[in-house]
């Protein structure tokens, strides 16, 4: 079972962990010289009675929500941190609506830093702020790792709480986010994270989406001791038979090949959170998070034209980069700019149709969906059959081809339909083709429809280094220091702005 920490910037969290476990999960040299959590952390905690949990302990700064959203994929219960002497702060409310929408069924709040002195009032304040959620009947309890007042008794309440929650559900197939990936001198490849779902066991083939990459899990561990397989609920470390270090990324997700879609689109119930600031326009550009990634989508909504804060409708969101997903996932938005949390919601259908903003069938089966309701079958599209392993099955020669399409069309290609239907009797092998050399790094994904030559896109960003350095320039500057169109400028800059390698300000863009 994993118990996740929440809670604003220096309210406590990883002391409370070193206090309960014994472990530092401030690891990093800056992370110490900054007294901040950056990445997550992880620890084991045997609990009063035996049992032992992980933790997951996540940063509380605005800047890395990021990181906080990801070490939340796979969380059961949390630990609530609010520092005794400030009382609730705004990563108190934002981690506590995350939490929410994701899901979460219960946890435990400590009022840490007690040695301090208490806030006027400070308990009443975290007892109306969880008012209404899951942890509205949660036990707040009195904490300082100076005197460890408090620590047996917020021992004793997580024991009874563990002991309470059904254990993460079983069957059906693992899933694992991978939170980190190094390697190990004389094994190779290791990723770890949290499975959800399985068992996952020694020797299992996974496939390491949104790749095409199969591989066998060669050994596996939890905290450290081996194990031929574990189930869902543990801090899975996955050490992956002949996959190099830069095959697989902080992200990417471990699952069967057959199991999950993926996908450019989709279908969703969208909730926006009643203390938003914003409303949720058709046609909004949004910030998506889905257990490991963050992505940005447009946000079409379906049988409205906006969502008020508090309220919940269908939406589909169109996404920047595929996504391997299922229905029934949990995910989070945040608005573009300022990025705050705004909403989130379930996938509905993870393979919609394109078009049908107010078309009644798609909106009933959709409330069908979102109901439980297994909806009236409509007929769709034979799906396609599921991906040859690549290095296996790719096609030496259709690579080489394709290679050569990118190489010679540089930062003009044709976009992926245009690709396939250069090979006609072959889309399906250049469609996987395609991806698998995107995923190396080859072609660079400039939108879900168009990939350049990577190498291409690498010569264009020194030039452009070269002649504007960090100063502003515009498209139209750039345009013409490329050399291409308007059209291809633009793709290629705005990739670059979604990937962080430049900044939009105003209607120029430097380089971060
Ligand atoms: N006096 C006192 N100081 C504490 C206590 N717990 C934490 N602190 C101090 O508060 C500061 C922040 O503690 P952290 O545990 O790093 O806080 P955090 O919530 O993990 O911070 P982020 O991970 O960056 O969000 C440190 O200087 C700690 O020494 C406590 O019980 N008493
Ligand atoms: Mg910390």
Redo the contacts with the bound molecule.
Sequence with gaps: MILGTA??????????VKALTGVDT?RLEEERRR???IELGFAPLTLPGGRTISIV?V???EKFVPTMLSGCAGMDLVLL?VAADQGPMPQTREHLAILSLLGLKGGVIAL?????GCKPGVEEQVRTLVKGTFLENAPIIP????TGEGLDDLKQALAKLVEETPDPESGGDYRLHVDRVFSVAGSGTVVTGTLTGGPLRRGDTVRLWPGERLARVRGLQCHGASAEELPPGSRAAVNLAGVGRAEVSKGDTLAPADSLTLTGRLDVELRVLAQSPYTIKNNSVLHLHHGGRAMMCRCILLGRDKLEPGEAGFAQLRLDAPLAVRAGDRFVVRFFSPVVTVGGGRVLDPEPPAKGRYDQVRLTRLADLAAGKEPPREEKAPKEPPPAPPLLGIDPGLERALCELYREAGLEPPNNEEVEKAFPGKEAACRRVGRALADRGVLTPLSPKVRAWGESCETAKAELKKRFGTGLFTLAQARDVLGVSRKYALLLLEYWDRVRITQKIGEGRRFL
């Design positions: 809670g604003h910037v220096d309210h406590g969290k990883t002391a409370l401030d007294g901040l959590t302990d940063p509380g700064h941190a840490t830093r007690s040695d301090l904490t300082s790792v100076v």
